[in-house]
Nanobody, 116 residues
Framework: QVQLVESGGGLVQPGKSLNLSCAAS????????MSWYRQVPGKERELVAT????????NYADSVKGRFTISRDNAKNMVYLQMNSLKPEDTAVYYC?????????WGQGTQVTVSS
């Protein structure tokens, strides 16, 4: 089992920044990829960014390219999402996701609200 706990969400004005954190615990050995997803009510959960464990390759949704940066600290079992130039349309619940031996694990989510 892998447990994921997100933190760092909140209310922020458009154009500002937030940094989300996700702490992984439990059986973390073997985690291949870690990702951030987001979801708004009435819509499907969408992939925001992914990072692999070994090479550290990253992939981003077109809507956040150039504004968001995903990173990880394998020694601390942490993954981060630095979000810059936030827009109202970035408002969502952000979820951390990990894949370990073909099994997926989710955190409980953290609310990000971008509003003036």
């Amino acid at each position: 089992q892998v447990q994921l706990v997100e933190s760092g969400g909140g209310l922020v004005q458009p154009g500002k920044s937030l940094n989300l954190s996700c702490a992984a615990s439990g059986f973390t050995f073997g985690i291949k990829t870690m990702s951030w997803y987001r979801q708004v009510p009435g819509k499907e959960r969408e992939l925001v960014a992914t990072i692999t464990s070994t090479v550290g390759s990253t992939n981003y949704a077109d809507s956040v390219k150039g504004r968001f940066t995903i990173s990880r600290d394998n020694a601390k079992n942490m993954v981060y999402l630095q979000m810059n130039s936030l827009k109202p349309e970035d408002t969502a619940v952000y979820y951390c996701h990990a894949v370990r031996y073909s099994l997926g694990y989710w955190g409980q989510g953290t609310q990000v609200t971008v509003s003036s």
